[in-house]
Structures are given as structure tokens and as C-alpha cells.
């Protein structure tokens, strides 16, 4: 495997980490049936993306592996969802909805705002690595838009260019 | 009109999502009431009930479970959480407010239909919603209300697991969801067959909406005929519709099938902000075809909206006053579903991309007339040419705002710019407190 550069190599990555995805992975495969464990793709992905900081062509390939797979089927789902992230971002990555509910109440104007304020364009890091910024489709709060998601994890709502200034300034 | 809650009735409640002030609120006395029943009598009370899909087609429900062959097993079900099109904004809140109604109605539905494992297929930008949704299901596990027994009393085993998407609209689409879940990129499968017949790893699968099966306690607990009673002809129930754009009060609204579409906007949301008039409704998500502000006086009941020339969808409605530049609305949601065009089918992956390119370039100055009927030309080769209804959906919003906005597509290109200038998004922005059921938000 140390020879196929492009298709990643799991013995590059940390054993300690390595040891970590496949006891959690172990307990996220039991939702599928047990012929079925490349069901279990997306869950292992986000896990090797959560432990090893991005989906390398490497954490493509040890899911791949430990789901009875080839890396090409890892690597087509990688590339496939947005939420997925096969190249290092920033520390945070923050993400404005741009769509048509979050426009009517202000979110392109938020957007390119804070785009002028870090000095980034659309999908650009701060040259800090601090901060990724880019621009999403509707992330379903458009009763209570703008919205903008933290991190993949933490959803603010109801937001304005000050706010947005407030949260992004303290993200640690 | 009934002011009967069947979704929205416990939101904002302390300690609503768990199992406890559910059960004090007599939740799970539906599936107590189904055990003691006959699963094709549980089948019966949902075809009365007229309850249609509220993810966007508006197919009826009860007909749908009838498509399981009848001797094939396993038979899964997975219900779709995905809530992508732009507009729509109202499983979340069940979730958020009620997790265990679903579980209910998950393992109503289960038992009535014979599966033993079910999915919740949520989308990846809903980490909290996913995360309430799994503790309920873990509380409903170790209350022993799902797991080897029914409700601790009938032998019939039920898993209910969540599966989280990673940011892919085109997975709120049933097959490409069952290829998501089966842990491939989510590209739609041709039908026949359908999921009921051929679905997750091969085998019968019923795919329903989140807000659909939510309903399916109520339906057992008050019976089908008492649901359809609050709707009209062959639709049943109440809806959450979704109300955002320029409005006062956006927000969720929870309302019999067959609600005004102005009174809903005018009234309940408080009509527009500013005093402003409407010049632009998108009914149901933004694959809809618009209305405009002269023609929203309509029942939002599917058939009616279908009369009306456009789609009651997953109930998402955006309204756009009349400061508002409609080629900039076109040209984001345009852009839109060239972003999420699974790039499948041709017709689809390279339209859509040139519908983006033009509107774009008409609302920059620089389309012409021929542009315009490009735009036509362009969508009427995509609708109906895909495998999926993604093709319509990106044809249908481009058609209809051409065909009721030429004017203002023409102006651009006569004008040589956009005449609302940095204005585009109308001229006033700024964000309302929404109100979703009784919460304030």
C-alpha cells in the first residue's frame, strides 16, 4: 500500500488514532446488518475526518479497508458530500447560508461582509489558519435566517453582521 | 376550518422531548392501542385518514404501503429527514420538540407494516436535531418500548437508527437517499421498480417523511376518519407550513391541508414587513413554480395548488415584497441546483449550470432578449429527461418566473443592469423573531 500514493496508505497514520477510529467505528457498524457493513460509510468518514482532522486519501482508505471495501467507493463518497473535506481547512470552519431565505433577510450582505473582514474569497482560510469561510446552500433555518453553521456543529440563527463578527471573533 | 394541533400541540413545553413528560402528556397510548389491533387494521384507519406525503409529492400514504409485495422479508422503513429544499424549515422542529411522536408513529407504522428495522435518514447539517433524536431513541430503548417487545408487552422486535447525511440535496430524493444509506454517493436509481417493490439493499422499503409519520399516532389514536375530517376531499390532517422571506412573523404555522395561502401570509405571519405588497409567492420549496401577489388567494391543498399551476411541495412558502428583483431571486436559486445536480443525467448536470449562467448573466446586464427564451428552451429539455425529479425541480422555477416576470428579465436586458441595483434582496433585510408553533424565536 506504501507504493499507491494516490489511493492513501493507512500505515502512514498515528496507531494511537488509527486505534481509536476502530473502536468507534466498531460500535457505529452494529446499526447496519452485519453483511452490511459498508452501509456504514458516511458515519466512518465523519469519524476519520473528527479524529484525524480531514478525509485524506488515507482515512479514505482505512475506512475502506475496515468496511470490506475499495478505496475507490471511499473516495466517491468523500468527494461526493460537501460535508465531507478531503483537503485541511482552517481551525474553524464557518459557513453562511446564501440562499434565497437568508438573502431576503440579509445573508449576502453578511457573507460579503465577512469576506472583506477576513480577507478571504469563498471557501479561502485566514492567512492565521484560523478561520475557513465559505458559502452554503439552505441549511433549513429560513424562518429564523440568516443562518450560519460553526464547525459542522453549533447552528446560529436569526443572526446580523455585528453577531456574526461577535462569534466568529471568539472562536478560540 | 378546525384550530386542531396534531404535530405543533406540545412545542415549547418544558421537557417536551423526553420520554417522561410524553408519556404524562399520554404518549405511546397510540402504539398500546395498535398492539391490541390487526396490522391491516392499522393500514385501514391510514388509507381513511386521505394522509398524503409531506415531503413534497403529496402521494397518499395508505396506498403507498399497499406496493409491498406481500410475501417478501425483510421489508424496511426509512423515513426522510433530509429537509434540504430551500424554504423548508418544520421536521426539524418535531424533532426538536418531539422526537418520541416519531418514534411512535416509527413504531406504529413498523408493526402495522411488518418491519423490524428502521432508519431516520436526517441531513448532516442538523447535528443537534440528530443528536436529540438519538437520545430519545435510546430513552425509548431502555424504557423498553422498543427493542425485543413492543412497548415491554408483544414479541415483536424494532431497532430505529439514525443515519446522518453529509450535505447533499439531492439525497432528500427516496432512491438517492436509500444509496446514501447503503453508504454510497447519492445518485437517484431508475424507476420501476419502486422502493416499496426493490428498495434498501434490495429489499421492500417504505419511505416517508418525518412529518408524515408523526401523524400516524394521532390517526390510530382518533381514527382515519376523524383525521381526514380536518382536511378536505382526499387530503386529511393539518400541515406545518413553513413561512420566511419578508414577512413579520416568519416562522412555522400549523394549519388544516386545505389553509388560504394569503390569509396564511397576510394574518398568521403578519403580512409583509414594511407595509410593502407581495409581488412573488413560492408556494411549497423552492422547486415550486412562484405565484404572483395577484394569484395567492388559494387553497394550499395539493390538488388545489396543482389547479392553481403550482405545488403545495413540502410546505415551505417564500414570500418576496415588492422591492424585490426577481432575476436575483432566479439566478440564486439556479444556482442552487446546479450546485446540487447529482451529475448524472446529462440533461440535468449541464442545464443546469447553463440556466445558472445565463440568469447570472442577465441580471449583470449583459443577456439579451434571445437569452430569455434560451432560459425557456433550456428547461423545457431538462423536465422530464432526468431520472429523478431534480431535472423538474430546476426547470420549474425558471419557467415560471420567466413566464410571470418577462417584463422585469426584458427590463435587464433593455436597461443593460440590474434596475434595483444593490437593492436586489428588496429593502428590507433585516431578520424577525419567528415564531414556530407557540415558541418564539
Known sequence: MTNSAPLGAVEELPREKVDRFDRELAEIVKRYPPDRKAAAMLPALRLGQEIFGYCSTSVQALAADRLGTSPARAEEVATFYVMFHTKPHGQHLVEICTNVSCCLTGGDRIFEAMKAKLGVKNGGTTADGRITLREVECLGSCGTAPAMLVDEEEMFERLDLAKVEQIVGGLK | ?441
Open chain 2, 1 to 441: 376550518m378546525s384550530d386542531t394541533l396534531v404535530l405543533s400541540k406540545r412545542w415549547g413545553k418544558a421537557g417536551s422531548a423526553e420520554l417522561a413528560g410524553y408519556r404524562a402528556d399520554g404518549g405511546y397510548r397510540a402504539l398500546e392501542k395498535a398492539l391490541g389491533m390487526d396490522s391491516a387494521a392499522i393500514v385501514e384507519e391510514v388509507k381513511k385518514s386521505n394522509l398524503r406525503g409531506r415531503g413534497g409529492a403529496g402521494f397518499a400514504t395508505g396506498l403507498k404501503w399497499t406496493f409491498l409485495p406481500k410475501d417478501v422479508r425483510p421489508r424496511y422503513l426509512a423515513v426522510n429527514a433530509d429537509e434540504s429544499e430551500p424554504g423548508t424549515f418544520k421536521d426539524r422542529y418535531i424533532i426538536e420538540h418531539d422526537p418520541h411522536m416519531l418514534i411512535e408513529g416509527i413504531a406504529i407504522t413498523c408493526l402495522a407494516l411488518d418491519m423490524h428495522l428502521a432508519y431516520v435518514y436526517i441531513r448532516g447539517e442538523f447535528p443537534k436535531q440528530a443528536r436529540i433524536l438519538e437520545e430519545a431513541i435510546a430513552e425509548a430503548r431502555a424504557a423498553g418500548i422498543i427493542g425485543p417487545k413492543l412497548l415491554g408487552k408483544k414479541d415483536f422486535d424494532l431497532e430505529i437508527h439514525v443515519h446522518r447525511g453529509a450535505g447533499a440535496y439531492i439525497c432528500g430524493e427516496e432512491s438517492a437517499l436509500l444509496e446514501s444509506l447503503e453508504g454510497k454517493k447519492g445518485y437517484p436509481r431508475l424507476k420501476p421498480p419502486f422502493p416499496a417493490v426493490v428498495g434498501l439493499w434490495g429489499k421492500p422499503t417504505i419511505i416517508n417523511n418525518v412529518e408524515t409519520i408523526a401523524n400516524v399516532p394521532w390517526i390510530v389514536e382518533q381514527g382515519g376518519d376523524a383525521f381526514a375530517a380536518l382536511g378536505t376531499g382526499k387530503s386529511g390532517g393539518t400541515r406545518l407550513f413553513g413561512v420566511s422571506g419578508h414577512v413579520v412573523r416568519p416562522g412555522v404555522y400549523e394549519k388544516p391541508v386545505h389553509y388560504n395561502l394569503k390569509r396564511l401570509i397576510m394574518e398568521d405571519a403578519g403580512g409583509i414587513v414594511g407595509g410593502r405588497g407581495v409581488k412573488a409567492v413560492i408556494p411549497g420549496g423552492s422547486s415550486c413554480p412562484v405565484l404572483r401577489g395577484d394569484e395567492i388567494d388559494v387553497s394550499m391543498e395539493f390538488d388545489a395548488m396543482k389547479a392553481a399551476g403550482t405545488m403545495s411541495g413540502s410546505g415551505g412558502v417564500i414570500v418576496f415584497d415588492d422591492s424585490t428583483c426577481m432575476v436575483r431571486a432566479l439566478a440564486r436559486i439556479s444556482k442552487f441546483y446546479a450546485e446540487e445536480s447529482c451529475g448524472q443525467c446529462t440533461p440535468c448536470r449541464e442545464g443546469t449550470s447553463w440556466m445558472e449562467g445565463i440568469v447570472e448573466k442577465i441580471e449583470h446586464g449583459h443577456g439579451t432578449a434571445a437569452d430569455v427564451e434560451r432560459l425557456e428552451q433550456i428547461a423545457g429539455c431538462i423536465g422530464g429527461n432526468t431520472i429523478c425529479a431534480l431535472g423538474d425541480a430546476a426547470s420549474m422555477p425558471v419557467q415560471s418566473f420567466v413566464r410571470k416576470f418577462k417584463d422585469e428579465f426584458l427590463r435587464h436586458t433593455v436597461e443593460r443592469r440590474c434596475p434595483y441595483g444593490e437593492h436586489g434582496w428588496g429593502l428590507d433585510q433585516t431578520s424577525r423573531p419567528a415564531v414556530v408553533g407557540a415558541v418564539r424565536y
